[in-house]
C-alpha cells in the first residue's frame, strides 16, 4: 500500500460524519461526495498495480475523483449544508491531490 493510500483513507473516516450531514440535506451531494473519494481511494491503489499507460490513467482519474470529493464539500459549504470545511479535512485533501499529480507526472 502507498503512504498515500493511508493518508486518503484517513481522509474518508474524516469525512464521513460530515457526508452524514450532507446527505440529511442533500442526499445526491452526500451520495457523490462518497462516491467520488472512494473512488479515488480505489483507482489509487489500482493504480500501483499498473504499468504504463494505464498506471497513469487510473492514477488521473484517482486525481479527479480526489478533486471532485474536495469540491463537493466546498458546494456543502455554500449551501450551507456545512459551517465551513474543517482545516484537517482540507489539508488531507492538499496532500492526496498533490501526491497524486506527482503519480500522474511519473
Do not use: C
Amino acid at each position: 500500500m502507498l503512504r498515500v493510500t493511508a493518508i486518503a483513507l484517513q481522509l474518508i473516516r474524516d469525512v464521513a460524519p460530515l457526508a452524514g450531514r450532507i446527505s440529511r440535506r442533500d442526499a445526491a451531494l452526500g451520495k457523490q461526495l462518497r462516491d467520488a473519494l472512494s473512488s479515488a481511494v480505489l483507482n489509487l491503489e489500482e493504480a500501483s498495480g499498473q504499468h504504463g499507460g494505464r498506471r497513469s490513467q487510473h492514477y488521473a482519474i484517482a486525481l479527479g475523483s480526489a478533486r471532485e470529493a474536495a469540491v463537493a464539500l466546498q458546494v456543502a459549504a455554500a449551501w450551507g449544508y456545512l459551517e465551513e470545511v474543517p482545516r484537517s479535512v482540507d489539508e488531507g485533501f492538499r496532500i492526496v491531490i498533490a501526491s497524486l499529480l506527482k503519480l500522474e507526472r511519473g
